[in-house]
């Protein structure tokens, strides 16, 4: 049975996730290395255990999350199903469980907001922790005559946080923005989308999304 540990312990994998950040990098996108996989990975895992998912799917969740992006390492374009592709070869070689295999593959296909849809629990739990990850810290360009908008936006999130309500019914992603950097119509400007993407998510999952920001709940 493959492992969250046998993910993050192949140097194969660590080599496509460092490579297609170099890509993503290139092309002046935001961080897309460890950090971002890392938390992907983790916030999905915890918001299957917290709605009491089976520490398997958890798992599963987990290592979909850690290599949900290294489709990036062929082209931005499709990556999502250039992705998936190679996640089925890696982890076909790696001798997988063939259901673990196409519960992975199937949430890394559906993750990228241009084609996603939540199909199953494990595709949802990575939809909203990909989509929920907005904070300074993803921002490369050091420059801040030269931002831009998705600059800006990230740059002006001081810290973002997913949390479930202790009911149950709702996940909640509230944001310290900065609205001297950014404005709350610029964060809606670039990111609806993907909002309306976290909102399908999380029906899925039979909860209902809630955006905060600056403690003001705005959707």
Same mark, same amino acid.
């Given at each position: 049975?493959?492992?969250?540990?046998?993910?993050?312990?192949?140097?194969?994998?660590? *080599?496509?996730?460092?490579?297609?950040?170099?890509?993503?990098?290139?092309?002046?996108? *935001?961080?897309?290395?460890?950090?971002?996989?890392?938390?992907?990975?983790?916030?999905?895992?915890?918001?299957?255990?917290?709605?009491?998912?089976?520490?398997?799917?958890?798992?599963?969740?987990?290592?979909?999350?850690?290599?949900?992006?290294?489709?990036? +390492?062929?082209?931005?374009?499709?990556?999502?199903?250039?992705?998936?592709?190679?996640?089925?070869?890696?982890?076909?070689?790696?001798?997988?469980?063939?259901?673990?295999?196409?519960?992975?593959?199937?949430?890394?296909?559906?993750?990228?907001?241009?084609?996603?849809?939540?199909?199953?629990?494990?595709?949802?739990?990575?939809?909203?922790?990909?989509?929920?990850?907005?904070?300074? *810290?993803?921002?490369?360009?050091?420059?801040?005559?030269?931002?831009?908008?998705?600059?800006?936006?990230?740059?002006?999130?001081?810290?973002?946080?997913?949390?479930?309500?202790?009911?149950?019914?709702?996940?909640?992603?509230?944001?310290?923005?900065? *609205?001297?950097?950014?404005?709350?119509?610029?964060?809606?400007?670039?990111?609806?989308?993907?909002?309306?993407?976290?909102?399908?998510?999380?029906?899925?999952?039979?909860?209902?999304?809630?955006?905060?920001?600056?403690?003001?709940? +705005?959707?």
């Amino acid at each position: 049975m493959i492992t969250i540990e046998d993910i993050k312990n192949s140097s194969q994998i660590r *080599t496509y996730i460092q490579k297609a950040d170099e890509t993503m990098c290139a092309l002046g996108y *935001t961080e897309h290395s460890f950090a971002h996989v890392t938390r992907v990975s983790e916030t999905a895992r915890q918001i299957l255990l917290t709605l009491g998912y089976s520490p398997r799917e958890a798992e599963l969740a987990q290592i979909a999350g850690y290599i949900h992006d290294i489709g990036n +390492v062929i082209n931005r374009v499709d990556h999502a199903q250039s992705g998936a592709v190679m996640a089925f070869r890696i982890l076909d070689n790696m001798g997988a469980d063939p259901e673990d295999i196409a519960t992975i593959i199937t949430a890394i296909g559906n993750h990228d907001e241009g084609t996603a849809f939540p199909v199953n629990a494990v595709a949802a739990a990575i939809i909203l922790a990909d989509k929920t990850d907005v904070r300074r *810290t993803r921002v490369r360009n050091r420059d801040f005559s030269t931002f831009d908008i998705h600059d800006r936006v990230n740059y002006a999130v001081h810290t973002s946080r997913v949390q479930i309500t202790d009911d149950k019914t709702r996940i909640v992603l509230e944001l310290d923005l900065d *609205t001297e950097i950014s404005s709350v119509m610029d964060y809606f400007e670039i990111f609806m989308e993907r909002m309306l993407l976290c909102r399908r998510a999380a029906e899925k999952l039979e909860l209902h999304f809630s955006l905060v920001i600056n403690g003001q709940k +705005v959707l």
